[in-house]
Each structure stands twice: as structure tokens, then as C-alpha cells.
T-cell receptor, first 117, second 116 residues
Framework: DGGITQSPKYLFRKEGQNVTLSCEQN?????MYWYRQDPGQGLRLIYYSQIVNDFQKGDIAEGYSVSREKKESFPLTVTSAQKNPTAFYLC????????????????FGDGTRLSIL | AQSVTQLDSHVSVSEGTPVLLRCNYS??????LFWYVQHPNKGLQLLLK??????LVKGINGFEAEFKKSETSFHLTKPSAHMSDAAEYFC??????????????FGTGTRLQVTL
């Protein structure tokens, strides 16, 4: 079945350490996204990518980095510069559309929960 | 800028009774709106979407929502709640496309509790 796979499901980070969250999709979607979810705050966009080798900052990109070397993969690195990384991270993808009414719904993975040791 | 406001952070209903989850939106043009559901420690699943076609939108699992432009609302309803409906529900508005990506703005969520 097509879908989005995030790994690991749980991740622990030590102070001063960078960690990378994996996101793979086999839906043949061009666009991929990373969100951060904190209790009571909904989801906030970290980064998104519309095409391979291109990505843009979202609303809360500071302390995070991404790459998009393959269409299927969009890993997120939480750097030591992110002072409050404890959160639930969700990856999503969508096919693309143009114009005001274009754009397909986003499909989500099951998330990675990151905690600080 | 587009935004959504979910009017209740928590809703509790008895099994078999109707569900109403309220959402108001703000947009300078007719928006695309979505409802997503999230079960604990899971990703989000699309329930339904409104994209300027019929104002009454039917989704999965018996849910539906009505787009009311005059009230700037997009409330989610279900005639009869089931225990499996207990989850977090998010109302979402799609922002203007930049290039081809579809950017979403999420409400803060409504936790639905279903009791026996």
C-alpha cells in the first residue's frame, strides 16, 4: 500500500546533539512537508519542498535543516540550535496543483516523538 | 491572511448522540477547507474537504460539514457518535498556493470524548 513512513517512532536527543528524522513516501508526490506539533497548538510548518533539490522555510524553521535529494525522501535534522526540540514531528506529502483552487490534500505519516535526555 | 478558529478545545458526547465540532475561518477570498482527525500517537487522516463545489460536504465514517459563507463557518457534524470517534479533530484552511505547494494553516484542535 502507498503511504508515508516516518522513523524512528521515538527518539531521544542529548544536549548539543543533532538528530535526523526520516520520512519516506511511495505515493509519487512532488511536495513534502515537516510539521511540529505541541500540545494545544495545532501543527506548525517547519519546512516544505515542492521538488527535488529545492525547499523553503516554513513558519518555525530556526534550529532545523532539511534536504531533498530524492523525490521519495525528505529527512529533517533537529540541530543543537533548536533549544526546545521536545515535540511530535509529522511528515506529510501531497501531489501538486496550480492556481487558487489547485492543491491536493496532504497525507501524513504516523510521526516521530522527540524527547530530550 | 487565512486563519481558522476552533471554538471548543474539548467536546464530550454520549455514544449514539450527535456530534458538533465548531470551526470559523477567516479569509480574504473563498477558501479551501479541510477537517482532519488524529488518534493518539498517530498521524492525521483526512475526513473531508471543501473546495468551492457543494457547500455540504460528506466525508468518511459518517462525518459531514457545511460551508456557510455568511457565517464564515465550517462546522463538522455526525448524527450518531461511536466510541471509535474519540480523537483530536483539526479544522484546516489552505493558503494561497506559492508555486505549486499547498500550504495549510491548522486550528488548535478539538478533543472529542465519547462516553457510554
Amino acid at each position: 500500500d502507498g503511504g508515508i513512513t516516518q522513523s524512528p517512532k521515538y527518539l531521544f536527543r542529548k544536549e548539543g546533539q543533532n538528530v535526523t528524522l526520516s520520512c519516506e513516501q511511495n505515493l509519487n508526490h512532488d511536495a513534502m512537508y515537516w510539521y511540529r506539533q505541541d500540545p494545544g497548538q495545532g501543527l506548525r510548518l517547519i519546512y516544505y519542498s515542492q521538488i527535488v533539490n529545492d525547499f523553503q522555510k516554513g513558519d518555525i524553521a530556526e534550529g532545523y535543516s532539511v534536504s531533498r535529494e530524492k523525490k521519495e525522501s525528505f529527512p529533517l535534522t533537529v540541530t543543537s540550535a533548536q533549544k526546545n526540540p521536545t515535540a511530535f514531528y509529522l511528515c506529510a506529502s501531497s501531489s501538486t496543483g496550480t492556481g487558487l483552487w489547485g492543491g491536493q490534500p496532504q497525507h501524513f505519516g504516523d510521526g516521530t516523538r522527540l524527547s530530550i535526555l | 491572511a487565512q486563519s481558522v478558529t476552533q471554538l471548543d478545545s474539548h467536546v464530550s458526547v454520549s455514544e449514539g448522540t450527535p456530534v458538533l465540532l465548531r470551526c470559523n475561518y477567516s479569509s480574504s477570498y473563498s477558501p479551501s477547507l479541510f477537517w482532519y482527525v488524529q488518534h493518539p500517537n498517530k498521524g492525521l487522516q483526512l475526513l473531508l474537504k471543501y473546495t468551492s463545489a457543494a457547500t455540504l460536504v460528506k466525508g468518511i465514517n459518517g462525518f459531514e460539514a457545511e460551508f456557510k459563507k455568511s457565517e464564515t463557518s465550517f462546522h463538522l457534524t455526525k448524527p450518531s457518535a461511536h466510541m471509535s470517534d474519540a480523537a483530536e479533530y483539526f479544522c484546516v484552511v489552505r493558503t494561497i498556493n506559492t508555486g505549486t505547494a499547498s500550504k495549510l494553516t491548522f486550528g488548535t484542535g478539538t478533543r472529542l470524548q465519547v462516553t457510554l
